[in-house]
């Protein structure tokens, strides 16, 4: 498991979530981290089990079949730990965790180091 799964604390923490237009969302973290995301980003690592097969872990949504156009209709919190979102191809159960957020963030900035 990744460092991150352990971490507590400003890490995990958003002091500002911003939605920018219709496709973006920005959250700054406590540690003063800023992360961008896609909606079609987003949409494409969807957690709810109508994604992810529940027993296996497998992941059910297709990638290419999220269109790079996808926005975001409405954004949520949920609780004091994830965000949930409405796309614009009418989905809308999968709940993120901020965990999950900022571990997607840091798997970014390794890849483009």
Same mark, same amino acid.
């Given at each position: 498991m990744?460092?991150?799964?352990y &971490?507590?604390g400003p890490? $995990?923490?958003?002091r500002?979530i911003?939605?920018?237009?219709?496709?973006?969302?920005? *959250?700054?973290?406590?540690d003063e981290?800023?992360?961008?995301?896609?909606?079609?980003?987003? &949409?494409r *690592?969807c957690?709810?089990?109508?994604? $992810? %097969?529940?027993?296996?872990g497998?992941?059910?949504?297709?990638p290419?079949s999220?269109p790079?156009e996808?926005?975001m209709? %409405? $954004?949520?919190?949920?609780?004091?730990?994830?965000l949930?979102f409405?796309?614009?191809?009418?989905?809308?159960?999968? *709940?993120?965790s901020?965990?999950?957020l &900022?571990?997607?963030c840091?798997?970014e900035a390794?890849?483009?180091?």
């Amino acid at each position: 498991m990744s460092e991150m799964m352990y &971490r507590r604390g400003p890490a $995990v923490e958003p002091r500002e979530i911003m939605q920018e237009g219709a496709a973006g969302l920005r *959250i700054t973290w406590g540690d003063e981290r800023t992360c961008r995301y896609g909606a079609a980003q987003l &949409r494409r *690592i969807c957690p709810c089990a109508k994604c $992810v %097969n529940e027993m296996t872990g497998e992941r059910v949504l297709r990638p290419e079949s999220v269109p790079d156009e996808l926005t975001m209709e %409405n $954004v949520e919190l949920v609780g004091r730990y994830a965000l949930t979102f409405r796309w614009s191809d009418g989905h809308e159960t999968g *709940i993120y965790s901020f965990r999950l957020l &900022r571990e997607l963030c840091e798997q970014e900035a390794a890849v483009s180091s």
